[in-house]
């Protein structure tokens, strides 16, 4: 009997021997991942905030993206109105020319009029003809196709070239790798060749793929919103451009690049705002349903206003 209490009790001493070890062991483990997350939030609030000159690159590129997409959607509007504005004229123009006629039979029935009522006529007639070059006069202009400003975008150009060689220095000090660098001055040595150049041909895809950039500059300094917010608005902008162009087959893949982004984004989130979240959720999928379906108005409509609820997120 003494033997067995012996056994069990030589047993329970190297039972916890071999436990003492394993609990220190998955303490350090525990203890490192606390750790690790500690210093890696404490790094991302060591951070400093996006120099000034990087901001100003992003806010005229936006600036440039905003005012050529205005263009091309006055263009669209003009061109989906002229043929209603061509019906019309037509209907005019038939009307006019059943009055004509119809004064002539007067005319003839009446005989000879006085010149006194001739001089009136004839008054008359250059009034309601000065009338009808300024109604249109008044027309074409209202129907003037938008034109895009190549001096404000010269100006912007150059404003971004300026502000680009200020800031590379201060990139790379903040850990920009040269990839990133090179990419960036490639892209917007292109784009101040297609605006120098006058060239209006994706021209508007050249500003979004320089924008595309930010976010990865942006990751490398504090924010407030994750910068994957940002890549989703390059994304939107993207399917918006290739759905004017008739490329559907294009957006498939942006469309998972804008989910992806979201997920990003909600993973980096300090303070989740759930109710703005939810409305940026809709709106994707809002969004998502007009592209499969390649309802263009649609796209653009409801692109802009996700765009706009993106804005809210914190």
Not at 98 to 126: A, I, M, R, T, V
Not at 143 to 156: A, E, L, S
Not at 234 to 240: E, L, N, T, W
């Amino acid at each position: 009997m003494m033997n067995i209490y012996k056994k069990k009790t030589i047993l329970a001493i190297l039972l916890i021997a071999l436990l003492i070890p394993f609990n220190t062991s998955c303490g350090n483990i525990f203890k490192s991942s606390n750790e690790n997350q500690s210093e890696s939030n404490q790094t991302e609030k060591q951070k400093k905030s996006p120099p000034k000159t990087l901001e100003a690159l992003e806010n005229t590129t936006e600036n440039m993206i905003k005012d050529i997409q205005k263009v091309v959607d006055q263009r669209a509007k003009t061109a989906q109105e002229a043929p209603e504005k061509e019906k019309t004229d037509q209907g005019n123009e038939q009307s006019q020319g059943n009055e004509q006629s119809q004064e002539k039979q007067e005319e003839k029935s009446n005989g000879q009029k006085s010149q006194e009522d001739e001089q009136g006529n004839n008054q008359e007639s250059q009034d309601k003809e000065q009338s009808k070059e300024q109604d249109q006069k008044s027309d074409d202009s209202k129907d003037t196709p938008g034109k895009i400003d190549w001096d404000k975008m010269i100006q912007n150009a150059e404003k971004l070239q300026s502000s680009w060689s200020n800031y590379i220095s201060v990139a790379r000090k903040d850990g920009a790798s040269n990839d990133l660098i090179k990419d960036y001055g490639h892209q917007l040595d292109l784009l101040t060749t297609k605006v120098m150049e006058r060239q209006e041909e994706s021209l508007l895809n050249a500003s979004n793929d320089l924008y595309k950039y930010y976010p990865r500059f942006l990751d490398l300094y504090k924010h407030q919103a994750p910068p994957n917010i940002k890549d989703m608005k390059y994304y939107i902008r993207k399917i918006i451009i290739d759905s004017q162009n008739d490329h559907w087959l294009q957006t498939s893949e942006s469309l998972e690049a804008i989910k992806q982004a979201w997920e990003t984004a909600k993973s980096r989130m300090e303070k989740p705002d759930q109710d703005v979240n939810q409305k940026v959720q809709e709106a994707i999928d809002s969004f998502s349903r007009s592209v499969h379906e390649k309802n263009r108005p649609l796209v653009k409509l409801k692109g802009d206003i996700l765009i706009d609820i993106l804005e809210e997120v914190k």
